[in-house]
Every structure is written in C-alpha cells, then in structure tokens.
T-cell receptor, first 112, second 111 residues
C-alpha cells in the first residue's frame, strides 16, 4: 500500500544534542511537509518542499532545518533541541500544494 | 488574520445519535476544506474533503459547506464509541496554498 513512513516513532534526546527525524513516502507526491504538534494544539507548519523548492515558514526557528535528497525522502534536523521542542513531529505529503495532505504516523520527541 | 475556529468541546453524544461538528473561517479566499480525525497520540487521518457549496456524503459522514456564511460542518450518523477522537477542520487558501487549521473539537461518544 502507498504510504507515508516516519522513523523513529519515538525519539528521546538530551537538551542540546542534535537529532534527525526521517520521512519517506511511496505515494510519489511532489510536496512534503513537516509539522510540529503540541498537546491539544493544531499542527503548526514548519516548512515544506514543493519538488526541490524549499519553503520555510516565517516563524520557524533557525534551530530547525530540513533536507529532501530525493522525491521519496525528507529529513527534519533539530540542531540544538530545547525542552520546548518536545512535541509530535508530523510529516505529510500531497500530490500538489492545492490537494489533500496525507500524514505519516508521526515521531514523538522527548527532550531530557 | 486568517483563522479557522472550532469549539474545543468536549462534545458528548450518545451512541447511535448524530454528532454535529462545526467550523467557521474568516478568509473568503479559503476554497477547499478538510476534516481530519485524530486519536490521542496518533497522527491526523483524513475523513472528508469538500470544495463546493452543499453536502458531500461518504458512508456515515456528511460534510457541509456554506461559503456565503463561511461555515463548514461534519455530521456523523449512527455514532460509535470508535468515533471518539479530536476532529480537526482545515481550510486551504488558494492565494498561497497555506492550510489553516482549527484547534480541533474533542468528540466523546457515550455507550
């Protein structure tokens, strides 16, 4: 089945220790998104790739970076995680920006 | 500021009844709307999308869109305990393809 996969599902890191979250998709979608979601809040868009074009949201901290080496994979790098970065990180894809977004299972990040 | 608003709930509905979830939006540039269901600790799952005024039905779910009133709703017929979740409404702005999210309504179906 075509799907969006995220690894790991749970990540524990230490304050200030870099962490990388990964997302892969078999849907062959052009657009990939990274969201941050904290408890009882709506997902917050961090950035998205439309094909190879990177689009950073204005209020995304510089601590967050992303890479998309090919159509199938996208990575979220958190260079120096703080306690406030503990959240669920959601990867989503869509065929085009105006179309439905489909989410992966998410990665729960805990910062100690 | 472009907003999508939902009552946070919880909305409690008896099993077998109709659950009605509502969403209003502020930007008339929003053209497409999506309802996602999110179980606690899980990721959002698409329930319905709607683009045109009127009703769209899929099984027990009906989405309704009224662009004049800037109102979107989701009806769940024959509610089941497994429908208990948070329902997120989102509107897509065609000006910049940004998806604007509501904060979600927590739905509880009581057996």
């Amino acid at each position: 089945d075509a799907m969006v996969i995220q690894n790991p599902r749970y990540q524990v890191t230490q304050f200030g220790k870099p962490v990388t979250l990964s997302c892969s998709q078999t849907l062959n979608h052009n657009v990939m998104y990274w969201y941050q979601q904290k408890s009882s809040q709506a997902p917050k868009l961090l950035f998205h790739y439309y094909d190879k074009d990177f689009n950073n949201e204005a209020d995304t901290p510089d601590n967050f970076q992303s890479r998309r080496p090919n159509t199938s994979f996208c990575f979220l790098d958190i260079r120096s995680p703080g306690l406030g970065d503990a959240a669920m990180y959601l990867c989503a894809t869509s065929a085009r920006r105006e179309e439905t977004q489909y989410f992966g299972p998410g990665t729960r990040l805990l910062v100690l | 500021q472009k907003e999508v608003e939902q009552n946070s709930g919880p909305l409690s509905v008896p099993e077998g009844a109709i659950a009605s979830l509502n969403c209003t939006y502020s930007d008339r540039g929003s053209q497409s709307f999506f309802w996602y269901r999110q179980y606690s600790g899980k990721s959002p799952e698409l329930i319905m999308s709607i683009y045109s005024n009127g009703d769209k039905e899929d099984g027990r779910f009906t989405a309704q869109l009224n662009k004049a009133s800037q109102y979107v709703s989701l009806l769940i017929r024959d509610s089941q305990p497994s429908d208990s979740a948070t329902y997120l409404c989102a509107g897509l702005l065609y000006s910049n393809y940004q998806l604007i999210w509501g904060a979600g309504t927590k739905l509880i179906i009581k057996p």
